[in-house]
């Protein structure tokens, strides 16, 4: 069956033409795709249902035509959205990903992540992954007030953005050991996933097998797409 997958548009809260594009992207989707796969980041912040939900609410209108209409649709969180929940699954009728995961798109299967958790030489943002991930630590935040939650996520955004500015492009990026120790693991010759902001094919060698990592595009004004995988494994950009 035909796969739309996209990662990392980042949504802000406020209407965007980055929005406007999202909603032309499911549009297209839903008169092509048998299955859409969320890969992260769709959201540049997801403080907890109850507010994501209302302020994404044609976007959650959108998701749920597409499930309605008998679209596979599934999501995977990212490092700003990981705070997704039975909420918004209800709101759209999308089922969540484990991170990683096999799905055979195009006959192969495929190893699909966000892709964060393999950028294993920053240490400082691997650590703050652990706290952010760790259960309590989400239902503890989830309890705070709704102004709260959103006052630390802006201060944790600035915060990040600034910090980031200041590493190494290598640094940044998956580390190359991460990767060939998932292609092991996994047993599989593709990955895709997001986070980098740096959309590439990338060939490599792993135990005498011919494997490549795609990574999908971030999102710009000037740049709004995802990637189609045909039945027969075509792929081809998936524009807005």
């Known amino acids: 069956m035909t796969a739309w997958l996209v990662s990392d548009l980042h949504l802000p809260p406020k209407p965007s033409p980055l929005r406007e594009g999202f909603l032309r992207w499911l549009a297209a989707a839903a008169?092509?795709?048998?299955?859409?796969?969320?890969?992260?980041?769709?959201?540049?912040?997801?403080?907890?249902?109850?507010?994501?939900?209302?302020?994404?609410?044609?976007?959650?209108?959108?998701?749920?035509?597409?499930?309605?209409?008998?679209?596979?649709?599934?999501?995977?969180?990212?490092?700003?959205?990981?705070?997704?929940?039975?909420?918004?699954?209800?709101?759209?009728?999308?089922?969540?990903?484990?991170?990683?995961?096999?799905?055979?798109?195009?006959?192969?299967?495929?190893?699909?992540?966000?892709?964060?958790?393999?950028?294993?030489?920053?240490?400082?943002?691997?650590?703050?992954?652990?706290?952010?991930?760790?259960?309590?630590?989400?239902?503890?935040?989830?309890r705070l007030p709704r102004a709260l939650r959103q006052r630390i996520a802006d201060r944790l955004r600035r915060q990040s953005r600034a910090v980031t500015a200041t590493k190494p492009v290598t640094i940044t990026?998956?580390?190359?050991?991460?990767?060939?120790?998932?292609?092991?693991?996994?047993?599989?010759?593709?990955?895709?996933h997001g986070h980098t902001h740096r959309p590439a094919v990338h060939h490599l060698t792993v135990d005498g097998r011919a494997c490549e990592r795609q990574v999908l595009p971030d999102w710009t004004p000037a740049r709004m797409e995802g990637l189609r995988i045909a039945a027969d494994g075509q792929r081809t950009p998936a524009p807005a």
């Not at 299967?109 to 691997?126: I, K, M, N, V």
């Not at 990026?173 to 895709?192: L, N, T, W």
């Open 173 to 192: 990026d998956v580390s190359p050991q991460a990767i060939i120790e998932a292609f092991g693991h996994a047993g599989v010759d593709r990955i895709i």
């Open 31 to 142: 008169q092509d795709a048998r299955q859409v796969i969320l890969l992260g980041d769709i959201f540049e912040a997801w403080v907890g249902d109850d507010l994501g939900i209302e302020t994404y609410a044609e976007e959650m209108a959108a998701l749920r035509r597409l499930s309605a209409a008998g679209i596979d649709l599934r999501f995977m969180v990212g490092n700003r959205d990981f705070l997704l929940g039975d909420g918004f699954c209800a709101a759209t009728g999308a089922r969540p990903l484990p991170d990683p995961c096999i799905v055979t798109l195009g006959g192969r299967p495929t190893l699909l992540s966000h892709g964060d958790q393999w950028c294993r030489d920053d240490a400082g943002y691997q650590r703050y992954r652990r706290v952010v991930h760790h259960a309590g630590v989400q239902r503890l935040f989830l």
